[in-house]
């Protein structure tokens, strides 16, 4: 079981999806593709759709954590959209529910970065 | 009165990162004889996760050669897991439980390990020593059908 990470933009908004299972393993593939991504220096915000997300553990936490720290320095936003309910409850448990902004679909996370459809 | 349904497995491997999968879902799997929820899997595979990358990241600090142990045992609706590493061990244990404690921020860790264990087992135990190397004991009673079915 690993990770597959597939990336799309719209104008400034960089979209990642996660499907598979996000530990400490696979969250280093994540952080190296998505550092990546953002040094290109198109993007300054930061949609994550967990939908296909089936297992993430405290490395997945990490490593959103250290996105969203990353996407505040450029100014940006990020928002996550569409994470299933086991996995809810570690970001609930972390805290980190009300510290990044959880949408239910992908649109309205584009919508909330500021980029109309 | 029919006997209490009793098992027990133990599984040695290197500590390597990709190990960490197939640790969880081994102990998922021999879990599974007891028909869990899949609620409970999921805590359980959790828990497993957390515990065998600290031994991989804190405890051998990534080194590949180190051997990590897994004992799962099995008594009627208990769940018990022994997860063992021979690594650096932990100084202050205390300090280690605390909710987003971490030793290791600069490798974007959270430090909510201990803290997910704790909230998807019944108990959780551990025994380090310093230079020799760290054992967590979790617990967890599983609801029985019929604890399911009144739900
Ligand atoms: N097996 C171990 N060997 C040595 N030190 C450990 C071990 N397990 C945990 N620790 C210590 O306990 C601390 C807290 O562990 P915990 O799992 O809660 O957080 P973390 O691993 O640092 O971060 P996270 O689990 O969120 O990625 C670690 O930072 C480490 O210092
Ligand atoms: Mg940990």
């Known amino acids: ?117 | 009165m029919s006997e209490v349904h009793k098992n027990f497995m133990e599984l040695s491997f290197a500590s390597r990162s990709e190990n960490e999968s197939f640790a969880r879902v081994a102990v998922a799997s021999f879990i599974s004889q007891l028909d869990p929820t899949m609620e409970e899997l999921t805590d359980i595979k959790t828990v497993v996760s957390e515990a065998v990358t600290n031994a991989v990241i804190h405890g051998y600090e990534e080194k590949t050669d180190g051997v990590i142990t897994i004992r799962t045992w099995i008594e009627g609706q208990k769940v018990s897991i022994e997860i063992s590493d021979q690594g650096l061990g932990i100084t202050n244990v205390e300090e280690a439980r605390q909710p987003l404690y971490t030793s290791k921020p600069e490798l974007e860790r959270s430090g909510m390990g201990f803290t997910i264990m704790e909230n998807f087992m019944d108990e959780v135990a551990v025994d380090s020593r310093e230079g020799q190397g760290t054992t967590i004991r979790l617990v967890k009673h599983l609801k029985t059908h019929q604890q399911t079915l009144q739900h």
């Not at chain 1, 933009?9 to 996000?22: A, T, W």
């Not at chain 1, 086991?86 to 448990?93: A, K, V």
């Not at chain 1, 990044?100 to 649109?107: K, M, P």
């Open chain 1, 1 to 117: 079981m690993g990770l597959y990470v597939d990336v799309a933009r719209r104008r400034n908004v960089l979209i990642v999806r996660l499907s598979g299972e996000l530990d400490h393993h696979t969250a280093t593939q994540v952080r190296h593709r998505l550092e990546d991504e953002l040094s290109k220096g198109i993007d300054t915000n930061l949609v994550l759709n967990l939908e296909n997300l089936t297992f993430m553990d405290s490395s997945g936490l990490g490593v959103v954590l250290g996105r969203y720290r990353q996407i505040s320095q450029l100014g940006g936003r990020m928002a996550v959209c569409s994470v299933q309910p086991s996995i809810h409850r570690l970001f609930e448990m972390s805290g980190l529910f009300k510290v990044f902004s959880f949408f239910e679909d992908e649109e309205r996370a584009i919508r909330a970065c500021g980029v109309a459809s």
